[in-house]
């Protein structure tokens, strides 16, 4: 990957054999990271864009800029897309500083509006944003008299969007990360393989987790190129997958790729059960294979990751 380019030269290219000069591409959530991610991937294609953020701004992904703009079904209407690629979502980073019912509402508001868009007689191809924490055990299933509002929503949305999609034809990609790296990450300290990198250029590397922490991680550009990909071959549900690292040893992996002498802290001990959040490891390299890319190997990951950080940090 070229420094100034926050994407690889394999996901542009993916991306842009999916597209043409007649395709108009809706990004919502175009302010975050995955839509910042996309804009980067289909600015160098022929297809038209129009962003959506929650207020009109200048977005900028890192290899240009682009104005966006405020929902408005109107202007929805008249831009006409073709492709829709939905990253709007609160996260679960607010559940807790928020009203459950504003949390609940607001989000809802935001699939009633991809509903509305997947519907329309232009949309040939819908990707929209899901999560692991859709179908992990512990998170959109009850636990107690509990129910963690972020993955009930986040199934409750794919759920209506493959009926949705499905009674209006468009080829539907449910997206499913559970563990992405990316250069464009716009919280880098809230994310594990970020963090670990800038920890690691501060010298000491701490591990709050005593206990195993698993998973899996690819690129948020691999990720995306293949979900527009898919959409063309076989539209369906796709998980993120990657090589399977344990925090522990990703830490040290990342020392040993950037060549930075750090200190690894962790709590001693047992530390209770496992953290297993990942999927099987066969479908995203299926993935892969069908649209014919070769991810980003996890020390790529690291390499590209830390090389953009140090850039934005100047």
């Avoid at 636990?143 to 949705?164: F, H, I, M």
């Amino acid at each position: 990957m070229m420094s100034g380019e926050p994407t690889r030269a394999e996901a542009r290219a993916l991306m842009s054999a999916h597209l043409d000069a007649s395709d108009r591409v809706l990004v919502t959530g175009a302010g975050g990271w995955f839509g910042l991610t996309v804009a980067a991937l289909v600015a160098g294609t022929a297809a038209r864009t129009m962003f959506v953020t929650r207020r009109p701004r200048l977005v900028d992904f890192g290899s240009g800029t682009a104005a966006a703009v405020s929902w408005d079904w109107g202007a929805v209407q008249a831009f006409s897309p073709t492709v829709v690629v939905d990253c709007a979502f609160i996260l679960r980073d607010f559940a807790d500083s928020m009203p459950i019912e504003q949390y609940v509402y607001a989000n809802t508001v935001l699939t009633a509006r991809l509903l509305q868009v997947a519907q329309m007689d232009t949309v040939r191809a819908v990707i929209s944003v899901s999560s692991g924490a859709a179908v992990h055990p512990e998170d959109a299933r009850s636990r107690g008299v509990d129910l963690d509002p972020y993955g009930y929503l986040k199934r409750q949305a794919e759920l209506a969007l493959l009926g949705a999609a499905a009674a209006a034809g468009a080829a539907t990609v449910i997206a499913r990360p559970w563990s992405l790296s990316g250069s464009l990450v716009t919280r880098p300290a809230r994310y594990a393989f970020s963090d670990l990198i800038m920890q690691a250029r501060s010298g000491e590397i701490r591990i709050e987790a005593a206990h195993a922490v698993w998973r899996r991680y690819c690129g948020v550009d691999d990720f995306f190129a293949v979900a527009l990909a898919l959409a063309s071959t076989s539209p369906g549900i796709l998980d993120s997958g990657g090589e399977l690292v344990e925090v522990g040893a990703l830490a040290q992996r990342v020392c040993d790729v950037l060549g930075v002498d750090a200190r690894i802290v962790r709590p001693e001990g047992p530390g209770g059960p496992s953290d297993d959040y990942y999927p099987p490891a066969d479908a995203w390299e299926a993935a892969c294979a069908d649209v014919g890319l070769v991810p980003a190997t996890l020390d790529e990951q690291i390499r590209s990751v830390d090389a953009h950080l140090r850039v934005r940090a100047g």
